[in-house]
């Protein structure tokens, strides 16, 4: 049987790739039956329309508040049943509404060693603190930013490489591990 995932997604959506290509692919046993992406902008939507992945585009702005969105995202979800929802680059925090319902079996993927350099820019926030190594996580998701519990965690040594370099660097990284956090909790 193929679980099912649904990607939270903001922008440019390169982690969404890695998943679904590794879906199509067969290494993992899994389909990505659902894009949620809050900029209708995104790059993230092409993606998806490559890979025939139905999306939901909303504009919170358009809502009273987060609750009213994430009610409307929860009854899009239920209409089938979802084993894992992966956060990749979803920009917004998620309130109770989602986690009553799916706590634990949310996760994202960050581009630090948490938990140092939580929130925005966590790459260039460890490139310019001189920390000689850092690297990427995988970690369930509560209410806090980048705070729930740790999944799994690869360095990355920084050496003396440029910023462009090492984002390059953690992005190769974060395609790979994304998809081992996966495996192992589906
Ligand atoms: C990644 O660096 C991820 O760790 C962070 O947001 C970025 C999303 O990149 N949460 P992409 O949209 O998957 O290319």
């Known amino acids: 049987m193929y679980k099912k995932i649904a990607i939270f997604a903001s922008g440019n959506g390169s982690n969404f790739e890695a998943i679904a290509q590794a879906c199509a692919n067969g290494r993992l046993n899994a389909e990505v039956v659902l894009l949620i992406c809050d900029n209708p902008n995104a790059l993230v939507i092409k993606r998806a329309e490559k890979f025939n992945i139905p999306v939901f585009k909303f504009e919170p702005k358009t809502y009273a508040n987060k609750a009213e969105y994430e009610t409307e995202i929860v009854q899009i ?25 799916y706590e634990g079996k949310i996760i994202n993927i960050h581009p630090s060693l948490l938990p140092t350099f939580k929130g925005l820019n966590a790459i260039e926030q460890a490139y310019h603190s001189g920390v000689k190594i850092t690297g990427v996580t995988t970690h369930f998701v509560d209410k806090t930013i980048d705070g729930g519990k740790i999944i799994d965690q690869v360095s990355v040594a920084i050496d003396n490489c440029e910023l462009q370099e090492l984002e390059e ?13 996966i495996k192992k909790l589906l």
């Open 169 to 181: 660097k953690i992005h190769a990284v974060e395609h790979e591990l994304y998809i081992q956090t």
């Open 77 to 101: 979800l239920k209409k089938q049943t979802i084993d894992l929802i992966c956060l990749a680059g979803y920009m917004r925090l998620v309130s109770e509404v989602l986690l009553n319902e």
